[in-house]
């Protein structure tokens, strides 16, 4: 069964950092590009950054120099480094790994939160 399994999100205070996993099973990330996508309440889901097979990355300019997507083809993890973290940055983050316009595979979220 094809899944993605999302962790790592958390509460933290702004300058803060937090890690995001990306966990496979049932299918190879590596034929895979992977994008990061996030929401806030009330707001519509924004992409923020995207890893290609190639491993080639692309940010949206508000997380540029601060967020860093990588990707472990051994493990199967794509991941997203979060650096000094704003309060804007709240969200929940997803992932999303996409072969073709009809064969793609969401992760369930994981909620951010940034906060004095």
């Known amino acids: 069964q094809v899944q993605l399994v999302e962790s790592g999100g958390g509460l933290v205070q702004p300058g803060g950092s937090l890690r995001l996993s990306c966990a496979a099973s049932?299918?190879?990330?590596?034929?895979?590009?992977v994008s990061w996508y996030r929401q806030a309440p009330g707001k519509e889901r924004e992409l923020v950054a995207t890893?290609?097979?190639?491993?080639?990355?692309n940010y949206v300019d508000s997380v540029k120099g601060r967020f860093t997507a990588s990707r472990d083809n051994i493990k199967n993890t794509v991941y997203l480094q979060m650096n000094s973290l704003k309060p804007e940055d709240t969200a929940v983050y997803y992932c999303?790994?996409?072969?073709?316009?009809?064969?793609?595979?969401w992760g369930q979220g994981t909620q951010v939160t940034v906060s004095s």
């Open positions: 999303k790994a996409v072969r073709s316009a009809r064969s793609f595979v």
């Open positions: 049932g299918f190879t990330f590596s034929s895979y590009a």
């Open positions: 890893i290609t097979t190639g491993d080639s990355t």
